[in-house]
C-alpha cells in the first residue's frame, strides 16, 4: 500500500476538529447544531454547500480531559469521504505531529491476503509538520505490523530473514546470519536446542549499520510461532502464537525508523533477532534437559514454553561481548506481562534510572506508552533451581513477567546499560491508529528517546 500526504491545493476541502466542549466553528455556518452534531469522540458532520455538493466536515475529538489517554484523535477521521482534505485548523492543546501521525497510523490496512483495499481519503500535512519524517514512523510501523500479521505458514525463520535481508538491503546495512548446525559450532546451543525440531532451521541473524559512534544493539525475540514445544500450549493460547516475533518485528521496525529518520546517524546499531519456530518433533528439546548456554551458565528446561529468554540469553551473550553501550530487548515474552499491566502497556526493566525516565517520558509523548517495572533481586532465588544454574520457568509462576526479566539480565553482563521491554505485539481490539492485529511497541518510544539515551 503507498502511504502519502495529499499535495496541497485550494480543492483539498477543510476538515475542522473539535473539541466537545468547544464552540463549534462560524465558519461552519448553523448546519451541524441543527443536525445533532456534539463533537463527540469520532462523530463527522458533512457540510453541504448551496447546491447539495460537500464543502467540508468536522470531526469530533470527545472531551479535551480524554486526550491525556486516547492516542491518536485524527486517527478516527477515517470514515471520511474520499477525496482530498486539509485542517481547517489545529486544534489547541495537541501536538500537531501527533495528530499527523495518528492520521498516517490509521491508514494501516493488512492488503497481503484480501487484495488492495479502495484508496480512503487523503490529507494535506500541514505547515510545520515534518511530513517526510512522519511517513518514514509510518511506513516503519506497517513493516512491523505486516511482519506480525503475516502467519507462520509464509513467515518462518528462513522468511524473517528473507525480510531482515530485504530492509537491510535498502537501509545500507550489513547482515550476517548463522543457521542450522553452524549454531552448535559456534556455540549458540540454546538458539539451537530451541529451534532444532523445526522444519525451517533456527537462525541468528545479526544486522548493522553504522561505522562509529555510541553503540546500540537491540535484541528481538523472532519465535515465528510457539506452539509450546513439549509443554504444548492449549489451543486457545497457540491461536495467536504467529505474533511471538513480534519483538523481531518491532526490532525491525525500529531499525527502519532509526535509518528513515536519519536519526541513525552517529550511532553504531546493531540488530540481532534470534530466529526460530518452537515446534514438535523427535528432535525437540524437552522438559527437564539441561542446556548449556553460550555464556556458560547451565539451564534446567522446566517448560519448553519458556523458549524466548532460551533463545534471547544467547543472542545478549553474544551482544554483550563487544560491550554496546546500550542493550535493549524487545520480546513477546511473557503471559504474565499482560495480567499486569494488559496488551497497551508494555512492562519496561531497567537499572539506570535515567535510561528508564528517558524511555518512559517519550514513550508517553508519542502514544507509545511504557511502565516501569522492577528488576527486583530479591526474587533472583526464584530462577534458581535445584540441579542447574538456572530455571526457564520457575514453578508457581508468581511475578512471571520479572523473573523472565531477571533471567534476561543474567545474560546482558558487559553491556553499559541494558532495558527490556515485554510487549504484547498485538491490538485486539480496533483502536485510534491501531486497527486490529499486530502493533509495533516500544519502537517510537526509543526512537523519541534517543537524544536522551546518548
Ligand atoms: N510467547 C509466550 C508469551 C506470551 C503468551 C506472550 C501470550 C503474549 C501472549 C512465551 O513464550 C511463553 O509461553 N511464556 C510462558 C512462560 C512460562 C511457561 C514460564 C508464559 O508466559 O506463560
Ligand atoms: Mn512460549
Ligand atoms: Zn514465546
Known amino acids: 500500500m503507498t502511504l502519502e500526504f495529499a499535495p496541497a491545493s485550494d480543492t483539498a476541502l477543510p476538515l475542522w476538529p473539535v473539541w466537545s466542549d468547544e464552540d463549534l466553528p462560524p465558519e ?9 452534531f456534539a463533537g463527540k469522540t469520532g462523530q463527522i458532520c458533512l457540510l453541504p454547500d448551496s447546491d447539495g455538493g460537500l464543502r467540508g466536515a468536522l470531526l469530533g475529538l470527545g472531551e479535551r480531559a480524554q486526550a491525556a489517554w486516547d492516542r491518536f484523535p485524527l486517527a478516527r477521521a477515517q470514515g471520511l469521504p474520499k ?15 501527533q495528530l499527523i501521525l495518528g492520521w498516517l497510523l490509521g491508514q494501516y490496512r493488512f492488503t497481503r491476503y484480501k487484495g488492495a483495499p479502495v484508496q480512503g481519503p487523503r490529507l494535506v500535512c500541514p505547515d510545520g509538520v515534518d511530513g517526510p519524517r512522519l511517513l518514514a514512523i509510518a511506513e516503519a510501523e506497517f513493516l512491523t505490523r505486516d511482519l506480525i500479521n503475516t502467519p507462520a505458514s509464509d513467515l518462518g525463520p528462513d ?27 559456534q556455540n549458540f546451543p540454546l538458539i539451537h536446542a530451541v529451534g532444532r525440531a523445526a522444519a525451517s532451521e ?41 505474533k511471538d516475533m513480534g519483538g523481531a518485528a518491532t526490532t525491525l521496525g ?40 553460550r555464556k556458560g551458565l547451565s539451564v534446567e528446561v522446566n ?25 535493549i530487548s524487545l520480546a513477546t515474552l511473557t503471559g ?72 534476561l539480565r543474567r545474560f546482558a553482563e558487559g553491556a553499559g546499560r541494558y532495558a527490556h521491554l515485554d510487549i504484547y505485539g498485538w491490538q485486539p481490539v480496533a483502536a485510534p491508529g491501531r486497527p486490529k492485529g499486530g502493533v509495533g511497541q516500544g519502537a517510537r518510544a526509543i526512537l523519541a528517546a534517543l537524544p536522551r539515551l546518548f
Not at 540481532?272 to 528439546?285: Q, R, W, Y
Not at 519448553?304 to 542493550?327: F, I, K, S, W
Open 28 to 36: 461552519a455556518g448553523t448546519w451541524p447544531g441543527a443536525s445533532g
Open 83 to 97: 477525496g482530498d482534505w486539509r485542517l481547517a485548523a489545529l486544534p489547541p492543546g495537541l501536538d500537531p505531529d
Open 159 to 185: 522468511r524473517l530473514e528473507a525480510a531482515a535481508r530485504a530492509l537491510a538491503n535498502q537501509i545500507g546495512a550489513r547482515v550476517e546470519v548463522i543457521s542450522g548446525t553452524a549454531l552448535v559450532k
Open 202 to 242: 533456527p537462525r541468528l541473524i545479526d544486522i548493522r549499520l553504522g561505522d562509529a559512534g555510541p553503540m546500540l544493539t537491540i535484541v528481538g525475540k523472532g519465535v515465528c510461532f510457539d506452539t509450546g514445544g513439549l509443554n504444548l500450549k492449549p489451543g486457545a493460547s497457540m491461536g495467536l502464537m504467529k
Open 254 to 293: 525500529l531499525l527502519k525508523m532509526l535509518a528513515g529518520t536519519g536519526a541513525a546517524a552517529g550511532l553504531r546499531i546493531r540488530v540481532l533477532i534470534p530466529a526460530v519456530e518452537n515446534s514438535v518433533a523427535g528432535n525437540a528439546f524437552r522438559p527437564g534437559d539441561v542446556l548449556s548456554s
Open 303 to 327: 517448560n519448553t514454553d519458556a523458549e524466548g529468554r532460551l533463545v534471547l540469553a544467547d543472542a545478549m551473550t553474544y551482544a554483550a561481548e563487544e560491550n554496546p553501550d546500550l542493550m
Open 336 to 407: 504474565a506481562a499482560r495480567v499486569a499491566l494488559g496488551p497497551d502497556l508494555p512492562p519496561l526493566y531497567c537499572d539506570d534510572d535515567a535510561t528508564a525516565l528517558a524511555l518512559q517520558q517519550a514513550g508517553m509523548a508519542v502514544g507509545d506508552p511504557l511502565w516501569r517495572m522492577p528488576f527486583w533481586d530479591a526474587y533472583e532465588p526464584l530462577i534458581e533451581p535445584a540441579i542447574a544454574d538456572l530455571d526457564n520457568a520457575p514453578s508457581g509462576g508468581m511475578a512471571g513477567s520479572i523473573t523472565a526479566a531477571l533471567f
